[in-house]
């Protein structure tokens, strides 16, 4: 069985120091900084010069949107769901996608990586379950399994799925 891909996300709510501390015990393969909140280039420079060491820095478009140049910096970058005709204008770089159904799926098709989501319960939205995930699995060869991963439980639940990873805010965080 492959190695499960870990792919932590990043939230405002946590300082850089925490997030650093977090890259350090659980050296996900992926990082992507993400805050919708604030936009702090000295931040975002400090956060990639940290997480190079240690995994692949990713930016999340939405964070920068206003700010595209930032993303000339970082090698991958995660576009939303609303961005999805945008995945080829990245050739150059490793392409996330957050997709929610099967329609931006196959939308996603040219992205390197796709992010399929919510699997479990979360934060107040019903998950999709891992039925839904491998059939999403048979259409995209790399998905990221997203939303209500908090712990091992759930993660060795992706493990007997076909995702080629999971992806998660709170399990790296607590």
Do not use: W
């Amino acid at each position: 069985m492959p190695k499960l891909i870990k792919y932590m996300i990043t939230d405002p709510r946590y300082s850089l120091n925490e997030i650093k501390n977090s890259i350090l015990k659980h050296r996900p393969d992926f990082v992507c900084y993400r805050n919708k909140t604030y936009f702090d280039k000295k931040e975002i420079l400090e956060f990639l010069e940290f997480a190079k060491k240690y995994s692949n820095p990713v930016i999340n478009f939405d964070t920068v949107k206003d700010n595209p140049d930032i993303i000339e910096y970082f090698e991958s970058v995660h576009l939303p769901s609303s961005r999805l005709k945008q995945i080829d204008d990245f050739k150059n770089k490793t392409v996330f996608a957050s997709t929610h159904t099967i329609e931006e799926v196959k939308k996603a098709v040219n992205a390197d990586y796709i992010t399929f989501s919510p699997i479990f319960n979360s934060k107040g939205r019903n998950g999709l379950g891992i039925e839904k995930l491998n059939e999403i699995c048979n259409i995209h060869p790399k998905v990221i399994a997203l939303g209500g991963i908090i712990s091992n439980n759930e993660v060795e639940e992706i493990k007997k799925s076909k995702a080629a990873g999971f992806a998660s805010i709170r399990y790296f965080f607590t």
